[in-house]
């Protein structure tokens, strides 16, 4: 299995910043795209960010200019800058690749449990 892990998330002001953090641990054959998600109450939930194995970086018009996602080996991160009211939402971590699984290599495609991001006017 494969286990996704975020970190980083709290409370900011509007104008601030916030860095995510999301490892990604277990039989891992390989790790491919990793994004960030995130969903409020009522609405489903919307890409905020992703990024490829090779590094290339793709993201959602709000988050065009603002936020930065990167990666470095099981990691993926989310640099969050100029925050907005309308950043609130719980933020989750995806995974996909191939894993180790009992009957041998498997895909899979892997959340995290998700993490809070408020922000204050």
């Known amino acids: 299995q494969v286990h996704l892990l975020e970190s980083g998330g709290d409370l900011a002001r509007a104008g601030g910043s916030l860095n995510l953090s999301c490892v990604a641990s277990g039989t891992i054959v390989t790790l491919d795209a990793m994004a960030w998600y995130r969903q409020t109450p009522g609405n489903q939930r919307e890409l905020v960010a992703g990024i490829t194995s090779s590094g290339t970086p793709k993201y959602a018009e709000s988050a065009k200019g603002r936020f930065t996602i990167s990666r470095h080996g099981a990691t993926v991160f989310l640099r969050m800058d100029t925050l907005k009211p309308e950043d609130t939402a719980v933020y989750y971590c995806?995974?996909?690749?191939?894993?180790?699984?009992?009957?041998?290599?498997?895909?899979?495609?892997?959340w995290g449990q998700g993490i809070r991001v408020t922000v204050s006017a």
């Open positions: 995806n995974a996909e690749g191939i894993f180790v699984g009992l009957q041998g290599p498997e895909n899979y495609n892997t």
